[in-house]
């Protein structure tokens, strides 16, 4: 099993991304997938996750009301959109996947899988 997150960069302050994540050798659908970040000499921050079977979503209060997480089953793919993006939310971002209910604390994925990362550079 393998995940790839795509689709960061550097974008200005204020600003939108979004966020790819693909897989090979699963179906993301069957699973519950949380991004996560980690800026440099910080520890992984779990932000966001959606489950499986009923696509509930949860977010971390510090990226509530900006970013939304969505699957798109024909794609196999997980998106995450970033928009009114903060110099704070400069970090490496990684999917990570699991079966059942999905949080937003990374420890909870040690048994499932994770994904290369994507850099996200907001800055002017």
């Known amino acids: 099993v393998q995940l790839q997150a795509s689709g960061g960069g550097l974008v200005q302050p204020g600003g939108s991304v979004r966020l790819s994540c693909s897989a090979s050798?699963?179906?993301?659908?069957?699973?519950?997938i949380g991004w996560f970040r980690q800026a440099p000499g910080k520890e992984r921050e779990g932000i966001s996750c959606?489950?499986?079977?009923?696509?509930?979503?949860y977010y971390a209060d510090s990226v509530k009301g900006r970013f939304i997480i969505s699957r798109d089953n024909g794609k196999n793919a997980v998106y995450l959109h970033m928009t009114n993006l903060l110099p704070g939310d400069t970090a490496d971002y990684y999917c990570?996947?699991?079966?059942?209910?999905?949080?937003?604390?990374?420890?909870?994925?040690?048994?499932?899988?994770w994904g290369k990362g994507t850099q996200v550079t907001v800055s002017s």
């Open positions: 050798g699963v179906i993301l659908d069957e699973y519950s």
């Open positions: 959606i489950s499986s079977k009923t696509n509930t979503t």
């Open positions: 990570a996947g699991r079966s059942g209910l999905c949080a937003i604390t990374p420890s909870y994925y040690a048994d499932g899988f």
